[in-house]
């Protein structure tokens, strides 16, 4: 039998949609966007074509009490989806996260990831001093949502994309808190 870990982290209201944490019941859907090539390819860690079992694998990652990141699940269960996007916390030394987020193709350009970015900068669940966030150069669009949430660019770099397999640019910013 299954059992899902209870896992200590906010809900986080945002808007059109509320921010929680994945559950058992969201593998379906995070298996169809996170195995849609454009998605994976807009990520570090994304396989692409996904391998079977990858969705259940970052699933049962986030509900771990000694996780490394936080994840929360962009549900806009109210509008007849459940499932929009993830986003994501992951700890760093000094008081530091890194941002990463992701948006199901039929929603972009919506508005959602700005929403979600806006939500967890606010809530800061992690009472972190500082964030950071990158994105691969080709996507500017999520360099705006970064810009618009008060994210300042503070460089280039590469980052490997498992999706992609080759390092891509990346442009870099950072979100000083409080």
Sequence with gaps: MFQENIVEQPVIAAGRFTLR?????????????????????GTRSI????PPGVAEAYVARAGQ???????WVLD?????HEVLGVISLRRM???QSQLGYWVAPALWNTGLASEAVNALVEANPLDNEILFAEVFQDNPASARVLTNAG?????????HSVARAANV?????????G
């Design 21 to 41: 944490p994945p559950r058992s019941g969201d593998i379906g859907m995070l298996t169809m966007y996170s195995g849609d090539e454009r998605v994976a390819r």
């Design 47 to 50: 396989p692409h074509p996904l």
């Design 93 to 95: 030394d000094r008081n």
């Design 151 to 159: 994210f300042s660019y503070i460089g280039e770099a590469e980052a």
């Design 76 to 80: 806009g269960g109210e509008r007849g």
């Design 65 to 71: 009490p000694d996780r490394e990141e936080d994840v």
């Design 169 to 177: 640019p990346t442009w870099t910013y950072i979100r000083r808190m």
